[in-house]
């Protein structure tokens, strides 16, 4: 009987530690399973956060590709400013080169004109045949100028309003001024297509007269200017005459040895820059032509003076 007794006894205390043992189990995973579930919970917050920063990145991706697009764009657009700088800075010293060369030219042909003018005064006998020989010269060279003058009125006038163009005999050049609008759109040395028909015109003439020389003079109003391509008024008028000279000797094979390009700014106004008239008419281009400094000379040469 008393061992029946410890047997219940042990068996009872055996199953009451088994079930301690089991809740105390339960407790801990439910402890584990909370502790889980809260960092599941944070992961999502977590995982929120950083789709949110993707997010944020992807359209700050897409801000940084326009800005490098526009970047590009921009870097181009200084590159073909700094081509076309280059291409002036080449003109210019091309010009200037031909200016130092024409600066020799002339010391050369001043001495030549000294030797000629003492020719001549050493076979003058008297003030009359001095006299003569300048009328001849002023003869000789007023000839050539309105046989010029002619031609060149005749060749301009079909298709060309008078208001556009002059032709005018000044001492010893024939000189064509045309209007600003005939040649040039507006604030800019781009010619027009009416321009190429008027040069060309002109270049016929130039052409069948191999003797002269051409320069391009071109003339502003007073109203400034400056842009991107243009510092001001003198380069605007520098670039138009250039322009002028590139379409002779480009378009209509004109010797460029011939030509010479100037810009004469707002400055030689023919009228009042105060008036929209006024200005119109000082915005003009005017090409001169002219006889090569050597012959000139030679019209004081008396021995090609017709006896």
């Not at 949110?52 to 490098?68: D, H, I, Y």
């Not at 009328?135 to 301009?156: C, E, F, M, P």
């Not at 003198?234 to 002028?244: E, P, Q």
């Amino acid at each position: 009987m008393k061992t029946s007794i410890k047997i219940f006894l042990f068996l009872g205390v055996g199953i009451l530690m088994t079930s301690c043992i089991s809740k105390k189990k339960m407790l801990a995973l439910q402890s584990e399973y909370d502790v889980a579930n809260k960092q599941l919970g944070e992961c999502g917050e977590n995982l929120n956060e950083y789709m949110a920063r993707l997010s944020a990145c992807k359209q700050e991706n897409e801000k940084l590709k326009g800005q490098v697009q526009t970047s590009k764009s921009n870097l181009q657009l200084r590159e073909e400013q700094i081509s076309d700088l280059k291409d002036q800075i080449n003109d210019v010293r091309v010009l200037r080169d031909k200016q130092l060369s024409q600066v020799d030219d002339l010391t050369t042909l001043s001495q030549s004109a000294s030797e000629n003018i003492k020719e001549t005064l050493s076979q003058l006998e008297n003030k009359d045949k001095y006299i003569n020989l300048l009328q001849a010269a002023k003869t000789r060279a007023d000839s050539i100028n309105l046989a010029l003058a002619v031609n060149l009125k005749s060749v301009l006038k079909t298709g060309i309003d008078d208001a556009d163009v002059e032709v005018k005999v000044d001492k010893t050049v024939v000189f064509v001024n045309l209007s600003d609008k005939m040649l040039f759109t507006s604030g800019s040395s781009n010619l027009t297509p009416r321009a190429n028909e008027v040069l060309g015109k002109i270049a016929q003439i130039v052409e069948s007269r191999p003797d002269l020389e051409v320069m391009v003079e071109g003339y502003t109003d007073s109203q400034p200017i400056k842009n991107s391509c243009i510092q001001d008024n003198w380069d605007l008028s520098v670039k138009r005459s250039t322009s002028v000279v590139r379409v002779l000797q480009t378009n209509y094979g004109i010797d460029p040895n011939r030509l010479i390009a100037a810009g004469r700014g707002e400055y030689n106004a023919l009228e009042s820059n105060d008036t929209a008239a006024g200005r119109s008419i000082n915005r003009r281009t005017r090409i001169i032509i002219l006889p090569k400094l050597d012959q000139f000379y030679d019209l004081l040469n008396p021995n090609m003076v017709k006896k």
